[in-house]
C-alpha cells in the first residue's frame, strides 16, 4: 500500500509551510495475508499543540490504539474472507505478524472469536472503496458500501468482508475513558 503523506503547518516566520511531502513512513502489506494491507499516517498525544514550527511526526514509534486524548488516523484493506479460509492459511503466522505491524490494537483482537475486537476510543470509519460488514456481538450485521461512516463509541465488533474485492477504509480514533 503505497500511500502519499502530505503534512502542512504554521512555519516559524508565521506562514504556512510544507513540513513534508513523501510516503507514509508505517505502511505496509502483510507477507501471511494476501491483500491485507495497513498504514498509520498521522498521531497525536494529550497536549499536542498546533502552531509556528509544530508538526511533530510520532506515527512511527506509537501503538495503533491512543491513549486517553490522543489520536489515530490509519488506512486499512481487508481482503476478502476466503483468503483467511484457505487450506493453506496459517493463522498462527498471521497471529505473530499481526502483533509484531500493529502493536497496541493487536492486542484488543479475542483470540477465540476470530476478529472481535474492541477499543478505548471514539471511532470514525469510512468506506473508501469496497464493500465490507460490520458485526456487533449481538450478532447484528450491518452491510457497508462506498463512503458509508461507522461512529462507534468503544464498542465490541469486527469487519468482515464476504464479497470477492478488498475493501479499504478510513479510521479515526480518539483515545476516550472507559466509563463501565
Do not use: C
Not at 503523506?5 to 512555519?11: F, S, Y
Not at 472469536?113 to 472503496?129: K, R
Amino acid at each position: 500500500m503505497k500511500i502519499r503523506r502530505v503534512v502542512a503547518g504554521t512555519g516559524a516566520g508565521g506562514k504556512s509551510q510544507l513540513f513534508s511531502d513523501a510516503a507514509a513512513p508505517r505502511s505496509f502489506e502483510f507477507d501471511s495475508v494476501p491483500g491485507f494491507a495497513a498504514a498509520l499516517l498521522w498521531s497525536t498525544e494529550a497536549g499536542d499543540t498546533v502552531g509556528r514550527g509544530v508538526a511533530t511526526d510520532r506515527s512511527p514509534q506509537v501503538g495503533f490504539v491512543p491513549a486517553e486524548g490522543g489520536t489515530r488516523l490509519m488506512f486499512v484493506t481487508f481482503p476478502p474472507d476466503a483468503v483467511m479460509m484457505r487450506a493453506d492459511f496459517d493463522a498462527a503466522a498471521f497471529g505473530a505478524e499481526f502483533a509484531a505491524r500493529v502493536p497496541g490494537l493487536a492486542e484488543t483482537f479475542e483470540p477465540e472469536h476470530p476478529g472481535m475486537h474492541t477499543t478505548d476510543s471514539i471511532d470514525y470509519d469510512v468506506v473508501l472503496e469496497g464493500e465490507i460488514t460490520l458485526e456487533l456481538d449481538d450478532g447484528v450485521q450491518v452491510p457497508l458500501r462506498r463512503h458509508d461512516v461507522v461512529v462507534q463509541h468503544g464498542n465490541r465488533h469486527a469487519w468482515r468482508n464476504p464479497g470477492d474485492r478488498p475493501a479499504t477504509m478510513l479510521f479515526v480514533l480518539i483515545g476516550t475513558p472507559r466509563k463501565e
